[in-house]
């Protein structure tokens, strides 16, 4: 079982609709959780990170983190085509004293379409 | 915008070439890391750092080295290149460990 992991893809909404990405991680130690967003031949930029179960918006972003089933989701609220991307989950984990390893596990990535 | 750079963006090397990718942050962060990603395929850590003289290897198993003998700056080093080391090479630093910033990469292909 991979440590991460994430539905390939692709995911294709129109354009307006609400993108929903989903991941699941195997380590119930992991912390800190993480959204990155891809373009094709270009490296990952950060978008939302979360700590705490529940949800956490930033403009049309909103990831939701629930421990117990061990799950992170990332929507995308009012697509755009500009969204179109591989979208990576990453999870790291905090050591027995609470600071971090600073080690990011990463998904293989949810290839996400918007069309117009 | 997170200011860390790398260079060359693309190299193209014959085999048994040594070469070194270049990876310096302004932002002085104390914590800098090396992924490997092939196209498609998700990102594997293969060198970090917590601070100056601190290296220490990845989850992925590679041929290459790191060095860190300044805060700004952590170069990867292939002693001899090889077909099997094409790949994109992303360097990231950060200041706490958890959110982590990237630089463009560099694409290596070895013919």
């Known amino acids: 079982q991979k440590e991460v992991e994430q539905n390939s893809g692709p995911l294709s909404v129109p354009e307006g609709a609400i993108a929903s990405l989903n991941c699941t991680y195997s380590?119930?130690?992991?912390?800190?959780f993480f959204w990155y967003r891809q373009y094709s031949g270009k490296s990952p930029e950060l978008i939302m990170f979360i700590y705490s179960n529940g949800d956490k918006e930033d403009g049309r972003f909103t990831a939701q983190l629930n421990k117990a089933s061990q799950y992170v989701s990332l929507l995308i609220r009012d697509s755009q085509p500009s969204d179109s991307a591989t979208y990576l989950c990453a999870v790291i984990l905090l050591n027995a004293g609470g600071t971090s390893y600073g080690k990011l596990t990463f998904g293989q990535g949810t290839i996400l379409t918007v069309h117009p | 915008e997170a200011d860390i750079y790398q260079t060359p963006r693309y190299l193209v090397i014959g085999t048994g070439k040594k070469i070194t990718l270049e990876c310096s942050q302004t932002?002085?962060?104390?914590?800098m890391y090396w992924y490997q990603q092939d196209p498609g395929m998700e990102l594997h850590l293969i060198h970090y750092s917590y601070g100056v003289n601190s290296t220490e290897k990845g989850d992925l198993s590679s041929e290459s080295t790191v060095s860190r003998i300044r805060t700004e700056h952590f170069p990867l080093t292939l002693e001899s290149a090889r077909p099997s080391h094409t790949s994109q090479y992303l360097c990231?630093?950060?200041?706490?460990?958890?959110?982590?910033?990237f630089g463009p990469g560099t694409r290596l292909t070895v013919l």
């Open positions: 990231a630093s950060s200041i706490t460990g958890n959110e982590q910033f």
């Open positions: 932002m002085g962060h104390d914590k």
């Open positions: 380590d119930r130690g992991s912390q800190s």
